[in-house]
């Protein structure tokens, strides 16, 4: 059968999309693509545009693509040089551009360098296994994170919509601008509703709220209240990291 829209089709464990189309004589001759995005563009005459800046070739130039991917794809490949000017963001929505950033500074803080190719060597490092073993990462200001790390801060809360757990819990200490930092220790000490809090549970100054109305008022505008739990962690610093300058 011939298809004139992309069908899905699962050839050697690989998904591709097969249709047809016509050249410049009429004849229709049959197209095998590996992205849908691709393949509707075709149809539609008009894709998507991403610019962005790296070296190849050792020389710094400035490129573009038509999916999200194969921008990852050369951040991935070339962390060191990539970047993007004032020009390239507006091609970006806000959660790219975080993405991209994140990212690139995880990249970097493992030692990642610009590659001409992904090799097995480039694939195993000893960093990303011990971050790897962390429950994922505690993210919040810098100013916070001096704080942790300088052990004047204790204790900091964490939004659950479980019942309670009491093990303690590793995690990766990082900046709101993507920065790693170092590894601590959360280990859950009690857990309230909201409205069960009070001025005894946290400093809520040291986490940056004015006083408990204010934390209150920040949990009520960004959650569900109704079935959330707070729960209160003492925080153990674990290992600290150099910092790494600036992307």
Same mark, same amino acid.
């Given at each position: 059968?011939?298809? $004139?829209?992309?069908?899905?089709?699962?050839?050697?464990? $690989?998904? @591709?999309?097969?249709?047809?189309?016509?050249? =410049?004589?009429?004849? #229709?001759f049959e197209v095998t693509n590996h992205s849908l995005l691709d393949s509707l563009s075709n149809l539609v005459g008009i894709s998507l545009y991403y610019s962005f800046n790296h070296k190849y070739n050792d020389k710094l130039q400035h490129d573009h693509t038509h999916s999200f991917?194969?921008?990852?794809?050369?951040?991935?490949?070339?962390?060191?040089?990539?970047?993007?000017?004032?020009?390239?963001?507006?091609?970006? $929505? &806000?959660s790219e551009l975080m993405y991209?950033?994140?990212?690139?500074?995880?990249?970097?803080?493992?030692?990642?360098?610009?590659?001409? &190719?992904?090799?097995?060597? #480039?694939?195993?490092?000893?960093?990303?296994?011990t971050l790897s073993k962390c429950s994922?990462?505690?993210?919040?200001? &810098?100013?916070?994170?001096?704080?942790?790390?300088?052990?004047?801060? @204790?204790?900091?809360?964490?939004?659950?919509?479980? $019942?309670?757990?009491? &093990?303690? #819990?590793?995690? =990766?200490?990082?900046?709101?601008?993507?920065?790693?930092?170092?590894?601590?220790?959360?280990?859950?000490?009690?857990?309230?509703?909201?409205d069960e809090l009070n001025n005894k549970d946290l400093n809520y100054k040291q986490l940056g709220y004015k006083d408990l109305d204010t934390f209150k008022k920040y949990i009520n505008d960004n959650y569900d209240t109704k079935d959330i739990i707070i729960c209160i962690n003492n925080i153990n610093v674990i290992e600290k990291f150099k910092e790494r300058n600036e992307v």
């Open positions: 059968m011939k298809y $004139n829209l992309p069908y899905p089709v699962w050839e050697n464990n $690989n998904l @591709s999309y097969h249709y047809q189309e016509y050249d =410049i004589n009429k004849n #229709s991917e194969e921008v990852v794809d050369t951040l991935y490949l070339h962390p060191v040089s990539f970047f993007l000017n004032k020009e390239d963001k507006k091609y970006y $929505n &806000k991209l950033k994140y990212l690139q500074k995880y990249l970097l803080f493992i030692g990642r360098t610009d590659l001409d &190719k992904i090799t097995p060597e #480039s694939c195993n490092n000893q960093l990303v296994d994922g990462y505690y993210t919040c200001s &810098k100013s916070h994170c001096t704080l942790i790390l300088s052990s004047r801060l @204790s204790e900091t809360f964490t939004i659950t919509y479980i $019942n309670h757990d009491t &093990k303690p #819990s590793k995690r =990766i200490l990082r900046t709101n601008n993507g920065d790693i930092l170092g590894i601590i220790e959360l280990t859950p000490t009690k857990y309230k509703k909201i």
